[in-house]
């Protein structure tokens, strides 16, 4: 099921204090988004850089631990990693019975990670958005799309609350989509390990033919996605389809890109999406980046070293200080 604004009651927030714990990407935009469409929120954030910003745009910062004990509804939007540890230590100590708990990503409920008391709704409101164009999108009228779930529902309420919210935050102007934070974590975790690292190999290896066929690594970079083409490309895509921009690119391209998509073999695609999306649902990932978090992410710096230095991002770096559209060409 799909919703929109005229689904959702946002009266049914009238009593109610929404507590911010976060004041970073989505919590900012979030906790902003609410007090524009009337509903009272108070922020709770930790004694850091984030503080000074929560006043300046008028709002009291509170400890997390206050905020939480003032609030109805208790966002938790501070980093996944951090989320159980300061849910269990600083918000649930102040739980009322009945309060919901609001998460913005589904990974904490679908590992169990974290571990609201069957005392409280649970409900999730996923923005498929940056935290910059949440607000953005909210202030231009526009709204964004949003996963919408119920994963425990105490008070018989959990679902007008979580519409309530989706509405506050702007996102059933452009439609609420029902689903579970299963589906949600799913959805994610799959386009960071497996479409995201397709589309970084299907371009290093494109860059690697290229430059052993003797073309200038400026070049074969330029035409990647340093230029913004692509990123125009998808804009349109967002905009009209696929199919539906494809007029903009010459008759050529339009035959060589339909010709070839139907000609490619996906098989070997396929089988890395099953794999991955394998290691999502048995829990083997959760495990293995809960395993590498606890020594200090060696793993994920080990990978940064090795690849800032690879032949492809040496040049990604160097052509990005050269090509600068509309100056001198050196
Ligand atoms: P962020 O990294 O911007 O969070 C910063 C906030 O967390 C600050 O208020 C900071 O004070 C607080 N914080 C950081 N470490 C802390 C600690 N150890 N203890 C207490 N507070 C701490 O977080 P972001 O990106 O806004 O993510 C929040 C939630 O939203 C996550 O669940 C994320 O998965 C979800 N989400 C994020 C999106 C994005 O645009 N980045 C998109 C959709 C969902």
């Known amino acids: 099921t799909t919703y929109y604004d005229s689904d959702a009651d946002l009266s049914v927030l009238d009593d109610a204090t929404v507590a911010m714990i976060g004041y970073g990407n989505q919590g900012r ?6 007090r524009d469409s009337g509903v009272e929120v108070v922020v709770g954030n930790r004694d850091d850089e984030y503080r000074e910003r929560i006043e300046d745009d008028g709002f009291e910062a509170l400890s997390i631990a206050d905020a939480a004990e003032r609030g109805d509804v208790i966002c938790l939007l501070i980093p996944d990693e951090v989320a159980p540890e300061v849910f269990d230590t600083e ?8 309060n919901a708990i609001y998460v913005s990503h589904g990974y904490n409920l679908t590992y169990d990670l974290l571990q609201p008391p069957e005392t409280a709704d649970v409900v999730l409101v996923a923005p498929r958005m940056g935290g910059w164009a949440v607000r953005e999108l909210y202030e231009s009228g526009d709204g964004f799309p949003s996963v919408l779930a119920v994963e425990q529902d105490y008070t018989g309420d ?15 102007r452009a439609g609420v989509i029902e689903g579970t934070a299963d589906m949600e974590t799913k959805i994610d975790l799959l386009s960071e390990q497996a479409l995201l690292p397709i589309m970084m190999a299907a371009m290093t290896t494109k860059f690697e033919v290229e430059v052993a066929h003797g073309i200038p ?20 895509m967002a905009e009209r389809g696929y199919l539906g921009q494809l007029p903009f690119h010459s ?10 998509f139907d000609q490619f073999d996906p ?17 083997s990932f959760a495990r293995e980046w809960s395993a590498e978090q606890e020594l200090d992410r060696p793993g994920l710096k080990r990978l940064y ?12 770096r160097e052509t990005m200080e050269r090509l600068d559209f509309g100056a001198e060409d050196d």
């Not at 935009?29 to 609410?34: D, K, V, Y």
């Not at 959990?158 to 059933?172: D, E, N, Q, V």
């Not at 070293?305 to 990604?316: H, I, T």
């Open 29 to 34: 935009s979030q906790a902003l988004n609410l």
């Open 91 to 98: 918000i649930e100590p102040g739980l009322d019975e009945g």
């Open 158 to 172: 959990a679902k007008a609350t979580a519409l309530a919210m989706a509405k506050g935050i702007g996102s059933t």
């Open 217 to 236: 690594p400026k070049i074969v970079m330029s035409e990647l996605y340093l230029s913004y083409e692509m990123a125009e490309i998808f804009e349109e």
């Open 251 to 260: 008759r050529t391209s339009q035959y060589g890109q339909l010709s070839r």
């Open 267 to 283: 098989e070997p695609l396929r089988e890395f999406y099953e794999e991955q999306l394998q290691g999502i649902d048995n829990g």
């Open 305 to 316: 070293k090795k690849y800032r230095n690879s032949a492809f991002f040496e040049a990604e």
